[in-house]
């Protein structure tokens, strides 16, 4: 076993060498800032980093992001021309340029910029080719003149001490002129390699103590052009020089190896150039020199293989100095772009055989395991490609050398041949044919033109003849007879023919009229023209085909293809608006995993019935990028001649899942400016003009990748090639962003924003607002209240003065009628009733005087006042009228409370001018209070003479006393009630017309 292991290990690098490359080339015509290409860097998000001598690039494979240098923005990249990047373990990227020192930002995409000055080195140059970090977190930079060491908190640089180290170790026949810092790397902890124009050195970053490691090659006494490009798990250095191939150093047993170039390479490399080494597989190493690329096998320490740059395609030539190995790629830097060269198995592989009239046809025999080649006009043969034997077919001891038409095997042990005017009977296994008698021509004057043979269920054979028609021939009797289930014509073309077993039916395709469907056991035959609009003639098929499953292939040679369903009974067409890379179909064949492979002239086509998804291969994926014929065996590989060959794939490379990246957003913009990389922001109301650029990272894919955009819960809609999303004036919202792959639809990408609203829409501002507004109201609605109150108080006072006034002028009148009819008694020495009169009259004055400070009393009070009152009048009139007082309980237990004596004056008028004239001294006088909707009512009925009468019959005096009690307690009443129109005079009248008194209400507010 340990040999088996042994002898496998050594046939290892062989193998892997034997891999077939690919390469893709980039320059500018793809987006690169320039060609000359220093240096390349692959970031932990999968971004590749190139710089150019005119500006830094970001690659995701689909599309480059270019940042150069603007000198009136102090936070674009110091300088253009790119010197080394270089990612730190914070997943921070560093970048040197002439100009010194960049750190470049992710989110915001701006870099800050750092050099260092005369204190941190005496003489300040502007090379910086090496970069590493080192256990501290400093960066350690490669300079000319120093090596020199930045700390990142204090953004500072200082030396390392590699500078006065130097003038002790440098080489006495070494060019002193330009001493660099050429190369760093990691060597252990707290310790770096250091590769200088003056030799190899390590350094303690601690510490800050150096050694050295002299080359013991006494050719070798300047390494400029050389770098640190690879250290293995053995703790072996690479070094790549410029004219002194590879270096070796072994730091444990410090001990140093050189290989040059042998004669064979030298010559094509020109040089011992050895540039950017790196592993390739097992213990082969692969490197740059100049215009080719070199193995190197550093465990038998022998040179492998060479990879000649101007023999393959897609691959510029040009001087390649570096290599990035990227998984299972690399990437080539050289002066003219970049190359990425992958090592996958082709999909399409070129066999060439022994055929030098070119083939022709070629066809599956699964009984030799072998392809029958048809070498045009030549010879057939049948070939197996693994021996690479090739076995002529012989026809009665003779090498047949016609034109092969098809080659079918039958489920016996026979196959049959056309040749075009001949058919034959093949054993594959003996390789011998025979040659069989065919009918008589249907039309003299055409030739047979035997195209393909097809066995039926019951076994027999249905030969095609292009120019006759359709043969039934039946192998045990050996009857061979023209089918008449097509009417025959002389200009008639009949291009395919294919039987399904399943439903024992033939399909047949005549030139421009469709297909003819013949049911070999019902005798039935349906015809379908499947004329495309606005065409009237039918389809032209070059070739049927099946999947044994019920659907039937038809390759049309200008309108694409079609599939019928035979269960359905139905014809679905396919065409370039399909995905089909071009309508002119020629050949069909369908593998073993059951996809259907399509002959086209823009390359090979493959169908997947399932997902009716069409992919298309040209010469982007190897194929040569013509076809017209194809075979596939039933392991499911497909056969295609080509010139003195024929190319062939397996059906299960493509089977594959396809490379898939991630959706990111490569810009953000706001207003025309760029704005940091996020996926959630917060925007202003004016701030409505927003606008984001996508990216596909794909290193392993080189096209256009198309987006789908929608926003919130909208429609999908495509973004177009630049994956650019653009919104202007947009309305305050919340918004979500989501954009997808086309091609991909599990890959999305989502970004949520705000557009808050302007201040004075918000919700807080509004409510505020309102708030303000209520207050504002409230306060002028107290102060109008406080108004209201102050004016409502004023007039309060004001008619309180105006009713003292009054009563202060009615008391005096009443007190004046009153002492009028004492003396009118005294006069007539009436002592009895002048006596009576006085003591109710002073009862009266009393109750006067006790109301005489209050605008309002209580209801019984004034009452039992105006009872005293009429009275008195009934005394001074001797009882020539009688008087009824009725009042509603509620007001004279209640507390409802009038000015006093308001309804006086209108009972005294009654009595004074209404009763005293009346004849016959049965006068009545009737008073009522009551209670009336919140209003209470007086009335005063007296049976008097009526006013019309008492006006003929005034009297001076008294009229001008008992108008003006009227008029002022008119305006006590007015007042009281704060209203007009509170008091009613009723004339009464009997049935003749003469009056029979008066009525008055008087209605109070309570």
Known sequence: MQRIIQILLFLLPAVCVAQPFKFTAYTTNEGLSNNTVTVMAKAREGFLWIGTRNGLNRFDGNAFDVFINNPGDSSSIAGNDIQQIYTDRANRLWVTTTSGLSLFSHTTQKFSNYAPDTQAMPKVGNFFPALQEDTHGNIWVGSDYDLLVFDPVTKKFSSSGWAAFAGTVRPANGNHTRVVVLSLAEKGTDELWVLTTYGLYSVNTSTRKFSHYPCPFPGITDFFGSAISYADSNKDLWIGTFNHGLLRFNATGNTWKNYLFPPDIRKKAMFDIAYGIKPYYGDTLIFCANNCLVLFDKRRETFVQTIDTATNNNFPVANYYNILKDENRFWLISGKGFVQMTTEKPLFTYHQVDAPGGVYRLGISSRRNAL?????????????????????????????????????????????????????????????????????????????????????????????????????????????????????????????????????????????????????????????????????????????????????????????????????????????????????????????????????????????????????????????????????????????????????????????????????????????????????????????????????????????????????????????????????????????????????????????????????????????????????????????????????????????????????????????????????????????????????????????????????????????????????????????????????????NGHYRIPPLIIQPYVENAIHHGLKHRPGGDGRLRITASLVQQQLVFVIEDNGVGRKKAAALKDINTISHNSYGMQLSSERIQLFNAAPGNVTITDLAGADGHATGTRVEVALSV
């Open 372 to 892: 029958l080649i048809g070498e045009f006009y030549k010879k057939l043969f049948y070939y197996n490609p693994v021996a690479g034997a090739a076995i002529p077919i012989t026809a009665a001891g003779q090498i047949l050398a016609e034109g092969v038409r098809a080659y079918t095997e039958t489920a016996d042990t026979t196959a049959y041949l056309s040749t075009g005017d001949k058919l034959y009977r093949v054993n594959p296994l003996t390789a011998k044919a025979t040659s069989l008698p065919l009918p008589e021509k249907v039309f003299a004057d055409n030739g047979y033109g035997i195209r393909n043979a097809v066995q039926d269920r019951d076994g027999d054979i249905w030969i095609r003849m292009n120019q006759q028609g359709i043969v039934h021939y039946q192998p045990g009797t050996g009857r061979m007879v023209f089918a008449g289930f097509i009417s025959p014509a002389q200009n008639k073309e009949y291009n395919a023919l294919y039987c399904d077993k399943a439903s024992n039916t033939l399909f047949v395709s005549v030139k421009n009229e469709g297909l003819y469907i013949y049911d070999i056991d019902k005798h039935t035959v349906q015809h379908f023209q499947l004329n495309i609009i606005p065409s009237h003639k039918g389809a032209t098929f070059s070739n049927i085909t099946g999947d044994h499953n019920g659907n039937i292939y038809l390759a049309d040679i200008n309108n694409g293809f079609f599939v019928y369903a035979t269960h359905r009974k139905t014809f679905t067409r396919y065409t370039v608006y399909d995905g089909l890379a071009t309508n002119n179909c020629y050949w069909l064949s369908v593998d073993s995993a059951g996809y259907v492979w399509m002959a086209t002239e823009s390359g090979i086509s493959r169908f997947d019935p399932v997902t009716q998804k069409i992919t298309n291969y040209g010469t982007a994926e190897g194929h040569p990028g013509y076809a017209d014929f194809i075979a596939a065996d039933p392991v499911g590989n497909v056969y295609q001649p080509w010139q003195k060959g024929y190319y062939t794939w397996n059906s299960n490379d493509f089977l594959k899942p396809e490379p898939t990246g991630k959706i990111y957003i490569r810009h953000s913009r706001l207003d025309n400016r760029d704005i940091p990389v996020d996926t959630q922001y917060n925007f202003t109301a004016t701030q409505n003009n927003i606008s984001f650029q996508f990216g596909y990272l794909q290193l392993l894919h080189k096209g256009t990748v198309n987006f789908e955009y929608r926003l919130n819960n909208g429609g999908w809609m495509e973004t177009g090639s630049q994956g650019l999303v653009a919104f202007s004036n947009l309305s305050p919202n919340n918004y979500r962003l989501s954009v997808r792959v086309k091609k991909y639809p599990e890959q999305e990408c989502t970004i949520y924003f705000v557009i808050h609203w302007p201040f004075y829409k918000t919700g807080w501002f509004l409510l505020l607002m309102g708030l303000l507004i209520l207050l504002t109201a409230f306060i002028i609605f107290r102060n109008r209240v406080a108004v209201v109150k102050r004016q409502s108080a004023m007039k309060q006072k004001i008619a309180e003065t105006e009713m003292m006034a009054l009563r202060a002028q009615m008391n005096p009148h009443f007190i004046f009628n009153c002492i009028s009819s004492i003396d009118n008694f005294i006069l007539a020495n009436d002592k009895e009733n002048a006596s009576a009169w006085l003591n109710t009259f002073a009862k009266l004055i009393r109750s006067i005087l006790d109301n005489s400070r209050q605008t309002e009393i209580p209801f019984w009070k004034d009452w039992e006042s105006l009872r005293l009152y009429t009275e008195l009048e009934q005394l001074r009139a001797n009882h020539a009228f009688s008087c009824t007082m009725e009042a509603d309980p509620a007001l004279l």
